[in-house]
């Protein structure tokens, strides 16, 4: 597999010099400082690899060209955003840059209720409670008929959690789910959110599977001539939140969305901690029945609860089977090997990382900090070497 690691552009804490001493070989980056349904000029891609290359990096995978709300909910202006995206598409596959990971969110991107959540070992790592969720939903955004996507179970619980919450409690809660975390779109405040949120308000699942597929049928043929490969991220947490539709959280989700477009330029991102949040995803399976479509791979572990909520683990010690999804993924480059794919090494990159040791205090982006993930890539780099060498690359 082709090691890879996110970059945040030249303002990332994490350098270019720091990948390099990571061993990894690929950059995963975006053009953050474009606005949202803008086209990419191939001047400014063609700037961003320049940088990665003179370091003697590649530049593997764009993570994200971000899809425009107007996309998601067919507005009036729709088809401009569409021309864009499919500017953007053309110029990256001119420019030499074949992977684009997007997603197809509404509102909220990723979303985490705790950026420090304490363990055992005393390194922090990103959480979702959901007990913390509900209590924000209902008592401090105060969403238009929030109670009617809970139990009176979770109503309750959420209302004790909240009265036992100070000012600087929910101050801190509200800016970890709305504020905006790394690498997703735009944060909100409270009204602002509100207000996006009530545009959803009457579109379905289904509706809204019919708008990403819509989009697929008008990007994919793009993406194809350009030798572009898309490939999804699933939702993170992969359900609903604040009510809104989701439709990328499940194996079902997957293979309705791969036939919408059956080309091999409509594939997914396979992210093991968003999909692996959900218990009845079995991940080993997804990665053998989807592995021809699967471009992009983010490897993390989670801890789940049986409420919902969960934290992001070691990459070797969650609730995820880490030896059986990389075997998986082994299996398929060695399948494409022998059939001769251009894609041979699918790029993965250590997702997330616990943050400990000296970068404990250090300015760095949730998730992001140098010295949880290069943990988390050698731990992965152990695993995928024994398992190529201990030939059971043909197993299964």
């Known amino acids: 597999m082709q090691e890879t690691w996110r970059w945040f552009g030249p303002s ?26 803008a086209a990419w000029s191939l001047g400014e891609i063609l700037k961003r690899k320049q940088l990665i290359e003179e370091r003697g990096l590649v530049w593997s995978v764009v993570e994200s060209v971000p899809v425009h709300n107007d996309i998601k909910l067919r507005k009036s202006h729709c088809q401009d955003y569409i021309e864009a995206y499919k500017e953007t ?35 922090y790592a990103l959480r979702f409670s959901m007990e913390a969720f509900v209590a924000y939903d209902l008592y401090i955004l105060e969403r238009h008929c929030a109670a009617d996507s809970y139990t009176a179970e979770q109503i309750e619980s959420a209302r004790r959690y909240f009265e036992s919450m100070s000012q600087e409690q929910i101050r801190q809660l509200e800016s ?45 043929p793009v993406a194809e001539k350009a030798g572009v490969r898309m490939c999804i991220h699933p939702d993170d947490p992969p359900f609903s939140l604040f009510g809104l539709p989701r439709v990328v959280s499940t194996a079902d989700d997957a293979r309705a969305l791969l036939k919408a477009s059956d080309s091999v330029a409509n594939g997914l991102t396979l992210c093991a901690g968003s999909y692996g949040a959900r218990g009845d995803n079995d991940l080993v399976a997804m990665v053998r029945e989807f592995a021809s479509r699967i471009h992009f791979v983010h490897l993390r572990n989670v801890r789940r609860q049986t409420d919902g909520s969960f934290y992001e683990s070691e990459h070797l010690d969650g609730d995820n089977d880490m030896l059986g999804i990389v075997q998986a993924l082994l299996q398929e480059e060695q399948r494409r090997r022998d059939c001769g794919r251009s894609d041979q090494a699918i790029p993965m990159r250590p997702d997330h990382g616990h943050l400990m040791a000296d970068d404990i205090g250090k300015d760095s982006n949730p998730g992001y900090s140098m010295i949880g993930r290069l943990k988390g890539l050698a731990e992965l780099r152990g695993v995928i070497h024994a398992l190529e060498n201990v030939g059971n690359l043909r197993a299964g």
Request: with cysteine; charged share 25%.
């Open 12 to 37: 990332d804490p994490v350098s270019l010099e720091n990948i390099i001493q990571s061993g990894a070989s690929g950059v995963v980056t975006s053009l953050h400082h474009i606005e949202v349904g």
């Open 89 to 123: 598409l053309k110029n990256l596959g001119e420019a030499g840059v074949k992977a684009v990971c997007y997603n197809f969110m509404p509102v909220v991107d990723w979303t985490r209720t705790n950026l420090m959540y304490k363990l055992p070992n005393e390194s």
């Open 176 to 220: 970890n789910i709305i504020a905006g975390l790394p690498g997703g779109a735009d944060g909100f405040d409270r009204d602002g959110i509100r207000t996006a949120i009530d545009e959803y308000r009457n579109v379905s699942d289904d509706e809204f599977r019919q708008n990403l597929f819509a989009f697929l049928r008008e990007v994919i």
